[in-house]
């Protein structure tokens, strides 16, 4: 069965009717956003009805702007007049039928497609002391009266109806493509013969809350000993807006015991899963964008046509592996050393296995 989602304007004047809050980027084109605007125009005082849509970026707080601090920027906005008639004539699909029954016959129907080149839904965590709107990138459909589409005529509340919406990806098909692997040899001083690491993924892409073997080969030729293995996975997340500011946090830093001894070899996988349970303290922190205050997770990554150039939020994972080694001697573990190797992670959904069918 088909869920509705509606809201209607303070005036009652108007209702918004959508048949899903979520729209998949599948790269090369996004979902189109489909509903259905129920008006009255008995009570429009021959004013006209648009619906918009826009998405923007939140800087924080909405209650600041009552102060004239506008924390909000728009990246994309497109109109659409329903009343009076201006030629939008959308071509039906089964979605608008079935919305338009909800609706009635003052129902009007319309279609926005999304520019490909916009970025998903993404929310930066607050800090635990902020309240109020977090900041973000998020999608916005509204309904309103108004003489004219220009955005900047001051609208009264109780002509408007708005619902937020979400852009989101879900991981491409598996290619069967081996996953990303790194190498490095290093040698240390009074040392002729050196270390050897590798480390690699048995596949491209892993969903969230799966856990992620590492797979760890070492070849220890010094007279050295590796006294600990680290794994720490990095969120690094580029706010693209007036200009690109780049913030990197570590969502999981996880210390393994495993010791390896002079000219020995080691070849083992450990299993590490970033999660978002673990991580609920750290402002700034890319997260999934929500809807009202609902359960969400760490961001996906941010899989990006190449031709195209982003605005808003765009995230993208890596994990580093490193090789705690002793100095030995007299020093011990006071001269020990790193050996790091870095590889590229993508975290995704999987795609959902059927569609909801229309009824």
């Known amino acids: ?29 996004v979902d189109p956003i489909e509903g259905v ?47 009076p008639d201006a030629g939008h004539k959308p071509n039906l699909t089964p979605m608008h039928v079935c ?59 109780k002509d408007t109806a708005r619902m937020t919406v979400r852009k989101i990806q879900f991981a491409p098909d598996e290619t069967g493509a081996p996953g990303p692997r790194a190498d490095i040899c290093k040698s240390f001083m009074m040392s002729d013969k050196p270390v050897h690491l590798q480390a690699s993924l048995e596949k491209e892409i892993y ?24 794994i720490i996975v990095e969120q690094t997340t580029d706010v693209v807006l007036y200009s690109a500011d780049k913030y990197t946090k570590t969502v999981l830093s996880q210390d393994f ?22 991580n609920k303290k750290k402002r700034g922190l890319a997260l999934e964008g929500r809807l009202k205050d609902e359960d969400t997770n760490l961001a996906s990554n941010t899989i990006a046509g190449m031709d195209k150039e982003v605005l808003g939020i765009l995230v993208s994972y890596k994990i580093k592996v490193n090789l705690m080694v002793s100095s030995g001697g007299l020093l011990g573990g006071l001269t020990a050393s790193d050996i790091q190797v870095e590889l590229p992670l993508i975290l995704m959904h999987p795609k959902p ?4 069918p229309l009824m």
């Open 1 to 29: 069965l088909l869920r509705l989602y509606k809201k209607t304007s303070g005036n009652g004047t108007l209702t918004l009717y959508l048949g899903k809050r979520d729209y998949v980027d599948h790269v090369q084109n």
């Open 37 to 83: 605007v129920k008006l009255d125009p008995a009570s429009l005082a021959g004013r006209k009805v648009f619906v918009k849509l826009a998405c923007a970026f939140h800087y924080g707080r909405e209650d600041l702007d009552v102060i004239g601090l506008s924390f909000r920027k728009d990246i994309w906005v497109k109109h659409i007049q329903l009343y």
């Open 99 to 157: 919305l338009l029954k909800k609706a009635g016959e003052q129902g009007r129907a319309f279609t926005f497609d999304i520019a490909t080149n916009l970025p998903c839904s993404v929310t930066l965590q607050p800090g635990q002391d902020n309240a109020g709107k977090a900041c973000g990138v998020d999608f916005e459909v509204k309904t309103y009266i108004a003489t004219e589409a220009d955005p900047e005529e001051k609208l009264d509340r």
């Open 207 to 230: 969903y969230h809350g799966d856990p992620i073997d590492v797979n760890i080969k070492v070849k220890n030729e010094t007279s050295r000993t590796v006294t600990k293995i680290k």
């Open 257 to 278: 015991g495993e010791t390896i001894d002079a000219n020995s070899t080691f070849d083992k996988s450990l299993a590490i899963t970033p999660l978002l349970a673990e």
């Open 353 to 356: 296995q059927v569609d909801i």
